[in-house]
């Protein structure tokens, strides 16, 4: 089941990632076979269903202008291939009715299919991000991380992620009011999202936890980088007066863990030598065997 499961989610993540004018254009082509099919077999052999899945098809993987036009080329084809076949009407005029129904029917499911596509497209997003603050959430990260982990199995490369806790948070809310507490929250995220990478990746692991997950980066660069986003983040909080500090457990993968899970415990044992240490300081350690233990050094 496993395997089917993967095996699905490949092909629609090929599907969906391929290159969108290919994609039109090989839907326009199946609806060209069509048409020469249905010229073949003759007017009495219905092709109508064929007709809806290049055009359904197209809708989901490519948009709704491609799946307007594929449903227009659709109709007409058939309109063509109901002409050449030498089907007879009583009225001349009901061939092309007959047309202008079936392109409205082809419309319509184009505009039903885009729209489901954009409504689960929307609802995969928020099930991935966290309301707040708009980092990813636990979830997505877990996603993600489990792909760091396999590109690292397979391929070598070392990674970092940077466990983030906020010092004396509770102070905030306690003191300046939970509205305070999430306008810091939030201050945070649009901080880190600013000054990292784009293959970076920030989440909110819950409360006042975050991460950052920091694909092909050895130890040197995640330090430098980490120092620099510390750095920025203590300069936002001091403009707004906000009094609080950032201890950071920041940790590089040579080797992946067995888990994500084991992962965020990692870095999070880092975090927690941070605050020994007296806050707003970075932990760093390199996981250098599958199953190192942690023996935190200061960055």
Known sequence: MKAKDETRTWIMSFLEWRNKPLLL????????????????????????????APVAGTAYFVGRPGALLV?????????????????????????????????????????????????????????????????ANRRAFHEMANLELGRARRYGRPFSVAHVDVDNFKMVNDTLGHQAGDDLLCAIVQT?????????VVARLGGDEFVLLLPETAKHEASVF???????????????????SFSVGLLTCLNAPRSVEDLLDL??????????????????DVVAARLASVAPEQA
């Open 25 to 52: 254009g090989v839907n326009c082509f199946f609806v060209a076979i069509l048409g020469i099919a249905d010229y073949v077999t003759g007017y009495e052999i219905a092709f109508s269903v064929f007709y809806v």
């Open 71 to 135: 449903a227009l080329l659709s109709a007409v084809t058939w309109l063509v291939a109901d002409i050449a076949s030498g089907h007879d009407y009583t009225l001349a005029w009901v061939i092309y009715w007959n047309a202008l129904a079936r392109l409205l029917v082809f419309v319509i499911i184009a505009v039903f299919v885009a729209a489901l596509r954009e409504a689960l497209q929307h609802e995969k997003e928020l099930s991935r991000s966290d309301f707040l603050t708009g980092a």
């Open 192 to 200: 880190m999202q600013r000054h990292m990478r784009e293959t970076d």
């Open 226 to 244: 980490v120092q620099k986003m510390h750095k920025h983040l203590n300069e936002e909080v001091d403009n707004r007066k906000w009094p609080v």
């Open 267 to 284: 870095a999070d044992k880092l975090t927690y030598e941070a605050k020994r240490s007296g806050k707003n300081a970075i932990k760093q």
